[in-house]
């Protein structure tokens, strides 16, 4: 158990819906990470924030957005959802994501997204 | 850019041989590297890690990687391999983004599988 938790395990949605994935970053760990896992794309960095704050931007469509609350949990929010985005979603986090990349990243069980 | 390239999607082996899962990198300076481990149905979990210390590296539950700066590999190895060894293994370098910022990129992974 990393002690990063994600929820739900599972979603099943329509295409052009919208869904919100949770995740609450291990105790003390300051930085939040999301990736995609899907069977074409392999695993992608989507994005990064640390303390509250965008620190890194990777291959984030403009349809999805998250943020990082006061309490360090963060959410991943998919709009106008397309058959292309079932794909299972992992959070990461690590101390403070400021290390020049050194640093080790503990992964959350994924949120695995079905979209019909 | 860096990029990081697994050289086999998928490694058999019987139990009780030797294991090696063969990464390549690009890199056009010192870069951190990781392998990771997903067993099936679960989360990410780190194996081990180069930061510009040891070249040889030593992991968890057995596994070593040796870092080859001629060869530009990172290639993950482990004496004696066992039927809980079966997993996809994902080679990994940090790489600094368009934003300045690292960000991890990640290899296409490579399915080990353990013949009893």
Redesign the interface.
Known sequence: D?G?TQTPKHLITATGQRVTLRCSPRSGDLSVYWYQQSLDQ????LI?YYNGEE????NILERFSAQQFPDLHSELNLSSLELGDSALY?C?SSVDGTS???E???????TRLLVL | AQSVTQLDSHVSVSEGTPVLLRCNYSSSYSP?L?W?VQHPN?????LL?Y?SAATLVKGINGFEAEFKKSETSFHLTKPSAHMSDAAEY?CVV????P?S?????????TKLIIKP
């Open positions: 990393s990063v392999g695993l992608q960095f990064q620190r890194a931007k990777g992992f990461a020049g990349g050194r080790t990243q503990y992964f959350g069980p994924g | 951190s990781f990771y679960k989360g990410l979990q780190l890690k930061t994902f940090s790489d600094l983004g934003d910022n690292y960000q991890l990129i990640w290899g296409a992974g």
